[in-house]
C-alpha cells in the first residue's frame, strides 16, 4: 500500500507563490508516474500537472502552465509543485497522486491513478 503524504498548502496573497510537496511511501516511486490534481468548492476534480518517473516528461493544465512547475527527487521519494504568480482561481485543495508506471508516460485523468494523498488546502487572496 502506498501512502502520499501532502504539505504546503496555506493562504498567500495574489501573485504570491507556494511550493507543494508530496512525499510517497511506495518502494516503487522511482517507476511512479505522478500527478497534481485540484478541486475547488462545488467543482470536479481537476488536472493540474503529471511527471514521468524519470521526471523526463512533464505536462501541464492550459490554465497552469508557464506559472507551475512539476518536478521530483526519487532519491527523497518526493514530488513538487512549484506554484507562482498565484491567482485567486488557483484556491483548492491540491491532491498528489500515483501510479506504477514506467517509462516516459504522463497521465492527465484522475482514474488513471492508483493512489492518492489526503489533499493540502491553498487559499489565494486578492
Known amino acids: 500500500q502506498v501512502q502520499l503524504v501532502e504539505s504546503g498548502g496555506r493562504m498567500v496573497q495574489a501573485g504570491g507563490s507556494l511550493r507543494l510537496s508530496c512525499v510517497s511511501s511506495?518502494?516503487?516511486?522511482?517507476?511512479?508516474?505522478m500527478g497534481w490534481f485540484r478541486q475547488a468548492p462545488g467543482k470536479d476534480r481537476e488536472f493540474v500537472a503529471a511527471?514521468?518517473?524519470?521526471?523526463?516528461?512533464?505536462h501541464y493544465a492550459n490554465s497552469v502552465k508557464g506559472r507551475f512547475t512539476i518536478s521530483r527527487d526519487n532519491a527523497k521519494n518526493t514530488v513538487y509543485l512549484q506554484m507562482n504568480s498565484l491567482k485567486p482561481e488557483d484556491t483548492a485543495v491540491y491532491y498528489c497522486?500515483?501510479?506504477?508506471?514506467?517509462?516516459?508516460?504522463?497521465?492527465?485523468?484522475?482514474?488513471?491513478?492508483?493512489?492518492w494523498g489526503q489533499g493540502t488546502q491553498v487559499t489565494v487572496s486578492s
Open positions: 511506495g518502494s516503487t516511486f522511482s517507476s511512479d508516474a
Open positions: 511527471i514521468s518517473w524519470s521526471g523526463g516528461n512533464t
Open positions: 497522486a500515483a501510479t506504477f508506471t514506467p517509462g516516459l508516460v504522463v497521465l492527465i485523468n484522475s482514474y488513471e491513478y492508483d493512489y
